[in-house]
């Protein structure tokens, strides 16, 4: 069996990772891997840092640069690309891929090469609007795009229930349907240097844009601070919101109490080095931050909304909130802050729940069970 991963790259996040763990696994299972890279000219740096990452895991892999990515440059040269290599199945990620992928098929080409897709989450403007309301999704150049990407598309499925329930209530056609492959990772040894500190710590990781949902955090972080006037707020991430951000904590006058670390390369310290991991999105596909944090035997405190509700068990590995409730969101972290037990109790479940289910051995073996039932159809 020949497959081919293909996406848009312009850095390593959540979709780059799951490469990353997930094609070695495969083929240790005896499935041919090779990737395809598409990229901006304005996103080379970024391609560059993956790139380094697939050859470090001796990943086979291929390039393409373009300068914008709706492009019937692009198509051509896709074409091209596959007069040139054979697969049994190409794997596309994110909306742009899907689109190439549909337009190859709509030109008459990959009639003999099945083409399926992930679901990682939709567009991230879109998304954070329309997340509890999908049936009202905007008729958008993006909405338009799906569409027609997955009316022409042999399989898909989505990366959490809750994803696949988003689109299912969208009025996107998913004439095959959607399945559910849940991620599923393979940690490391963690970095168990403990700093030494008489203060509680709460940590938010992650790229610091809207959709995360820092601001609700400090919006309602005095009150925290109220029942606890030594506690530490650690942001670890930078993105387009940091502005805002050192704005609002100047403003509100939280400089003692809230830390920028900016970007950083590891960010097991901080889970180690933290008594509560909160992970405060409008919006997910099924949020990495979490196991992360579980891996540490850390508990989460998260919105209910797509991806975190189905990987935080409310009461056992931490809290769901109600969406966008920051009031209740800080009640959460002062109630579990002031229980050591509750804290020890949560992180030790979470660790057992990431052991027992979200591991990159289930996700590779329901992955190649979904490649051959597709190649036997």
């Known amino acids: 069996m020949k497959v081919l991963f293909i996406q848009n790259i312009e850095g390593i996040a959540g979709s780059e990772k799951y490469f990353l763990q997930l094609i070695p696994e495969l083929e240790k299972r005896g499935v041919e891997v090779e990737f395809l890279s598409v990229y901006l000219h304005s996103h080379k740096e970024g391609y560059q840092q993956f790139q380094a990452l697939l050859d470090e895991k001796g990943i086979r892999s291929y390039a393409l640069s373009t300068k914008k990515y709706p492009s019937p440059k692009l198509i051509f040269k896709l074409k091209t690309f596959f007069k040139e290599h054979q697969y049994d199945i190409v794997h596309s990620h994110l909306i742009y891929a899907d689109f190439w992928m549909a337009s190859l098929r709509k030109m008459g080409w990959m009639k003999h090469t099945k083409l399926i897709s992930t679901l990682h989450g939709y567009q991230e403007k879109i998304y954070v609007d329309y997340c509890l309301k999908p049936e009202e999704l905007p008729k958008n150049l993006y909405y338009r795009i799906a569409k027609f990407s997955y009316a022409k598309l042999d399989h898909v499925y989505a990366c959490s229930h809750g994803l696949k329930e988003f689109y299912s209530k969208s009025s996107i056609q998913f004439p095959q349907g959607i399945d559910v492959i849940q991620h599923g990772f393979d940690y490391p040894d963690v970095d168990t240097r403990e700093e030494p500190r008489d203060r509680k710590i709460v940590t938010i990781i992650g790229r610091v844009i809207p959709r995360k949902g820092h601001v609700l955090v400090l919006e309602q972080f005095q009150k925290v601070m109220d029942q606890f006037p030594d506690v530490l707020l650690r942001i670890v991430g930078d993105g387009s919101d940091l502005a805002l951000l050192k704005q609002m904590v100047k403003q509100k006058g939280l400089e003692k109490n809230v830390e920028f670390t900016g970007f950083q390369s590891n960010v097991h310290y901080y889970y180690q080095n933290s008594d509560v991991v909160l992970v405060p999105s409008y919006a997910e596909g099924l949020p990495l931050?979490?196991?992360?944090?579980?891996?540490?035997?850390?508990?989460?405190?998260?919105?209910?909304?797509?991806?975190?509700a189905?990987?935080?068990?409310?009461?056992?590995?931490?809290?769901l909130v109600p969406p966008f409730q920051a009031e209740v969101f800080a009640d959460k972290i002062i109630q579990l802050l002031k229980d050591e037990v509750a804290i020890e109790r949560y992180g030790k479940r979470a660790k057992e729940l990431l052991e027992s289910h979200f591991t990159i051995q289930r996700m590779t073996d329901e992955t190649l069970e979904y490649y051959q039932k597709i190649l036997k159809k």
């Open 289 to 308: 931050v979490i196991f992360e944090a579980y891996n540490h035997s850390k508990p989460v405190i998260a919105f209910e909304t797509i991806g975190p």
């Open 310 to 319: 189905e990987a935080v068990e409310d009461g056992r590995t931490g809290y």
